[in-house]
């Protein structure tokens, strides 16, 4: 089974910065869109942000102006930099993944959480 192995979360201060990443733990999994969600305590699950195959990429916006998602299509990775964090920001970040993994088909595929919490 190909799973998504997430990494970078952590503890961070107001204003300050993190950087999440993504991969596949199969090369053989050809990942065609990212994207990053999130579920802050009592709150339902968001889109924070994605990015297409093409590397359009979209955000919440309430992440505009402060996150970056980016990928690297030879690496089959992508990671979202996080600027300006707010307390607000604190939660757990799922990545989420689409692509062609034979001979299955085209799957869709989550990453295990990254807790990232910002203090004040």
């Known amino acids: 089974q190909v799973q998504l192995v997430e990494s970078g979360g952590g503890l961070v201060q107001a204003g300050g910065s993190l950087t999440l990443s993504c991969g596949a733990s199969?090369?053989?999994?050809?990942?065609?869109?990212y994207g990053w969600y999130r579920r802050a305590p009592g709150k339902q699950r968001e889109l924070v942000a994605d990015?297409?195959?093409?590397?359009?990429?979209n955000y919440a916006d309430s992440v505009k102006d402060r996150f970056t998602i980016s990928r690297d299509n030879l690496q089959n990775t992508m990671s979202l930099q996080m600027n300006s964090l707010k307390p607000e920001d604190t939660a757990v970040y799922y990545c989420n993944a689409k692509g062609w993994y034979r001979p299955a088909g085209y799957l869709e595929v989550w990453g295990q959480g990254s807790l990232v919490i910002v203090s004040s």
């Open positions: 199969e090369s053989t999994f050809r990942i065609d869109s």
């Open positions: 990015i297409s195959s093409s590397g359009f990429t």
